[in-house]
């Protein structure tokens, strides 16, 4: 098995978006102390990836240097970009493009993907999603690194991921998709989800605050709806639980990408156990595990059966 690893190099984020952990986690949230913030340090990435590279071959490894926290913040990114390069993993980043910093960089080294996580043209949408965004900030690092790719002849695979909205499918989505078919990048709709686990369990048991009700009542698709369309096929197989590994910026590892309490953190540390041991350590949140799953909420999460999440949309909203 060849497993996916994702690296948060920056435990933290620019914006605080509603339907992100990152926004919508408040103090009395987490179960018991709050989630630490800061940023890797170089020689941890570097122990992270090469105890990596010993445990499967890189080349096939895809390496996402980002789950909660926003990459490009990193101030030795480019040091990070260079050793994880050097290995010749398969790098990808996603980002929110909300910064100024580290964007000619993505081109010096073996980037092979860059997600731009978007939800409007304009900014009186934009800002709702993305909050503490500046959409005029995202397009023109869009156009920079446009700008840059042809200059130096050298391209990433770019894509914009749309999270659609109530809020968003009017003209915004419209235009932006004029934007990204201009400068030649993936465009990619998506219906927005609530997440992490945690809230769409507390959802799930009439526990959250009216901030969050607010922020799913934008959804296009109810979240009940959306997992019981989501499970269709009844899988109670996890890839985020079998097929990934997740480690923070201080070289913990939760037990998958999908929480955010740490709570819910392994006894085990990337600086410290084998990657074996550490997959195998899993098993202590058997019983969250099964209550996810069981839930449906892993479904919902990875976005399971696309073809009925966007023909309930079509309908519902003439998509």
């Not at 910064?99 to 996580?117: P, Y």
């Not at 910026?249 to 998958?256: A, N, S, V």
């Not at 709570?263 to 600086?271: D, F, M, P, S, V």
């Not at 892993?298 to 949309?313: D, R, W």
Request: proline share 3%; charged share 25%; net charge neutral.
């Amino acid at each position: 098995m060849i497993y996916d690893f994702f690296i948060d190099i920056v435990g933290a984020c620019n914006l605080s978006c509603p339907s992100c952990p990152t926004g919508n986690f408040k103090r009395l949230d987490f179960y018991n102390k709050a989630r630490p913030k800061g940023f890797m340090q170089l020689d941890d990435f570097h122990t992270a990836i090469k105890k990596i590279s010993e445990f499967q071959d890189p080349s096939k490894t895809s390496l996402h240097l980002y789950n909660w926290g926003e990459p490009l913040l990193h101030p030795q990114f480019n040091e990070i970009l260079a050793k994880a390069s050097d290995y010749e993993f398969r790098i990808y980043i996603s980002s929110n493009l909300n910064t100024n910093k580290n964007i000619t960089t993505l081109l010096d080294h073996n980037v092979k993907f860059l997600r731009i996580s978007n939800s409007g043209f304009y900014q009186n949408t934009y800002q709702k999603s993305h909050r503490r965004g500046d959409i005029n900030l995202v397009k023109s690092n869009m156009y920079l690194l446009r700008h840059l790719m042809d200059k130096r002849k050298h391209s990433i695979d770019i894509e914009i991921f749309y999270h659609m909205y109530k809020s968003n499918i009017g003209e915004d989505i419209i235009e932006m998709k004029k934007l990204c078919d201009d400068l030649n990048y993936r465009f990619t709709p998506i219906v927005a989800n609530f997440v992490s686990v945690e809230k769409v369990m507390k959802y799930l048991d009439n526990e959250i605050s009216n901030e969050d009700r607010s922020t799913i009542s934008n959804l296009l698709i109810p979240i009940e709806k959306s997992i019981n369309i989501s499970n269709v096929k009844k899988d109670s197989s996890c890839h985020l639980y079998e097929n990934q590994i997740v480690i923070n910026f201080d070289g913990t590892i939760p037990l998958c990408c999908g929480v955010y309490d740490p709570k819910y953190l392994l006894c085990k540390n990337i600086l410290k156990h084998s990657l074996l041991d550490i997959q195998e350590s899993k098993s202590k949140f058997s019983e969250y595990c099964t209550k996810c799953t069981e839930s449906g909420i892993h479904n919902y999460l990875m976005a399971k059966n696309k073809e009925g999440i966007q023909s309930f949309v079509s309908k519902e909203y003439h998509l």
